[in-house]
């Protein structure tokens, strides 16, 4: 029963998580919100939303490390797995945004995780307050340069969801609320069993079922636009996925529950994945061709994925 856990929690995240967003940006343009900052706040604070209900369900079952491997997970796979596999069908072209802004950032917040985690091995209350309250000044700052840069079209913004009613509005946002509640429920429970069955720690299960199961979506839209010949998603969209899923995602549940490292594993190994796996993109960034993900950089993340996952349950 454990397998078919995970399969309808992923599902109902998948559907929630749709249904969220639908039904958040309906309802700022309603508010006579911008594009822009739709696009900004709304849209990647709702796409944060299954990450979230999933580490939060995670932490509220006494489950902290399934929490933390859930966020390093994705935010290893994000980068190794989903920017590899992309970059190896469609190679992808990188803003100068990426090393000026977004992935300075990035670093800074893994850092800072790291910090908290390592002094006390517990990330309290205050700590959690520290990251989103960073993350709003983060944003607030991404919105202001945006401005003066005169960048007012933002992808991935439905302008049919403008006419949309406030009745829609509430039942996609019922909806939305109910799928990720029983989704985020049904995959934990998932998770906790097949870790006790297989034998592996949760820590395990977080940073490859779970993380791998958040990250599809982002995966699968990739590769079909990839494979149509669209823009794929860009380095920028997946840096900011990061932050949010460490600010936001970590720091919201810490608020709420604070999450106790219970395995040392994620100190002395998967948080170093995760901070090399980021620190790896500036060279491959700028050698030998600058600005670009060839399918031969895309090759080598994905490989380095591979082994993380390898190592992760053969040293479990």
């Not at 299954?50 to 980068?79: C, F, K, M, T, W």
């Not at 970059?87 to 790291?114: G, H, R, T």
């Not at 390592?118 to 607030?140: K, M, Q, S, T, W």
């Not at 939305?176 to 429920?185: P, R």
Request: hydrophobic share 55%.
């Amino acid at each position: 029963m454990s397998v078919f856990y995970i399969i309808v929690g992923f599902i109902l995240l998948v559907i929630g998580g749709e249904f969220l967003v639908r039904s958040s940006v309906g309802l700022s343009f309603k508010l006579n919100l911008s594009k822009l900052i739709i696009g900004m706040t709304v849209v990647s604070f709702a796409t944060s939303a299954p990450e979230l209900l999933v580490s939060l369900q995670a932490a509220l079952d006494g489950s902290p490390d399934l929490a933390l491997g859930n966020v390093i997970g994705s935010n290893i796979a994000n980068i190794a797995l989903v920017l590899g596999i992309t970059a190896i069908i469609s190679p992808l072209m990188v803003d100068k945004n990426f090393y000026k802004m977004n992935w300075p950032v990035m670093m800074v917040f893994s850092l800072v995780l790291y910090y908290f985690l390592r002094n006390d091995y517990v990330l309290n209350r205050i700590e959690g307050a520290i990251l989103f309250v960073a993350l709003i000044l983060f944003v607030y700052v991404m919105i202001a340069k945006a401005k003066k840069d005169k960048i007012v079209e933002v992808e991935d913004i439905d302008d049919a969801l403008m006419e949309t009613s406030y009745v829609k509005i509430f039942i996609w946002l019922s909806i939305g609320a109910a799928a990720l509640c029983f989704g985020s429920d049904f995959l934990v429970s998932g998770s906790k069993e097949i870790a006790t069955k297989l034998g592996v720690s949760e820590r395990v299960i977080g940073l490859s079922v779970v993380a791998i199961g958040t990250s599809v979506p982002e995966l699968a839209a990739s590769v079909i636009a990839a494979l149509k010949g669209e823009k794929a998603i860009s380095l920028g969209n997946l840096i900011g996925s990061n932050i949010f899923n460490i600010a936001s995602v970590l720091g919201l549940t810490a608020m709420i529950k604070p999450i106790q490292v219970l395995d040392k594993s994620i100190l002395t190994k998967d948080i170093f994945w995760m901070l090399g796996i980021a620190a790896v993109l500036i060279p491959l960034v700028f050698i030998p061709k600058k600005y670009k993900i060839s399918r031969l950089k895309g090759l080598v993340l994905l490989i380095g994925y591979i082994i993380f996952i390898y190592l992760s349950f053969k040293s479990s």
